[in-house]
């Protein structure tokens, strides 16, 4: 089972794809595919039928996993960085290759 450096709720940048350049929340990340579920990119049109009286069908954009290797997470400042991890206190912390600081 590999690592994964990206998790729930993290901001991330597609860095592949026809998607590409586009940023969004992680809203799922399944290990066993290797997939990530970002707001927002890759986007499919469903149809969809009324289950109730009251409810709307027609057609709905639903976002699609994407792989994990084509997203980057996004620091506060703006940029894409690569995650490492590092010790502190006998835990983990998540840090950014490029700034160093705590994710």
């Known amino acids: 089972m590999p690592k994964f450096s990206i998790k729930k709720d993290d901001q991330v940048k597609v860095i592949a794809g026809k998607d590409k350049g586009k940023v969004g929340r992680v809203l799922r990340v399944d290990r066993e595919s290797e997939r990530v579920l970002v707001e927002g990119v890759n986007l499919a049109r469903k149809a969809v039928r009324k289950k109730r009286?009251?409810?709307?069908?027609?057609?709905?954009?639903?976002?699609?996993?994407?792989?994990?290797?084509?997203?980057?997470?996004?620091?506060?400042?703006?940029?894409?960085?690569?995650?490492?991890?590092?010790?502190?206190?006998?835990?983990?912390?998540?840090?950014?290759?490029?700034?160093?600081?705590?994710?």
């Open 53 to 103: 009286q009251e409810d709307r069908g027609g057609i709905i954009d639903i976002e699609l996993p994407i792989h994990i290797s084509n997203v980057m997470l996004v620091t506060r400042n703006g940029k894409t960085t690569r995650v490492g991890v590092e010790m502190k206190d006998g835990k983990k912390t998540r840090i950014a290759r490029t700034t160093g600081e705590a994710v």
